[in-house]
């Protein structure tokens, strides 16, 4: 599967953006979708998953209440609208897709298939 996300930007503290990330090639309910994201200097890290179906949700404890993953799956696109951003939040963005048998979500990145090419996100103070 292939896999496209945009919607990056630069955003004041405070402020909202909403990610898309689009799939093409397979079936996009198959695969669990997540959400990763790496700030310079730092390693990568979960964000955000969604179930198959998007009946379940998990997120970082750092993003809790203030980011939400949803996915259209007969748009073959999953979303991560963010809110109340701050500078920590800077980084660029992957989306990714998880094939594995078991519909749960997984932090794990190396659990996940398929990525996409990033979008940066800049919050500035």
């Known amino acids: 599967v292939q896999l496209q996300a945009s919607g990056g930007g630069l955003v004041q503290a405070g402020g909202s953006l909403r990610l898309s990330c689009a799939a093409s090639?397979?079936?996009?309910?198959?695969?669990?979708m997540g959400w990763f994201r790496q700030a310079p200097g730092k390693e990568r890290e979960f964000v955000a998953g969604?179930?198959?179906?998007?009946?379940?949700?998990d997120y970082a404890d750092s993003v809790k209440g203030r980011f939400t993953i949803s996915r259209d799956n007969a748009k073959s696109t999953v979303y991560l609208q963010m809110n109340s951003l701050n500078p920590e939040d800077t980084a660029v963005y992957y989306c990714?897709?998880?094939?594995?048998?078991?519909?749960?979500?997984?932090?794990?990145?190396?659990?996940?298939?398929?990525w996409g090419q990033g979008t940066l996100v800049t919050v500035s103070s």
């Open positions: 990714a897709a998880d094939g594995q048998p078991l519909d749960f979500v997984d932090k794990r990145g190396a659990s996940y298939d398929y």
């Open positions: 090639g397979r079936t996009f309910s198959f695969y669990v």
């Open positions: 969604i179930s198959r179906r998007g009946d379940r949700t």
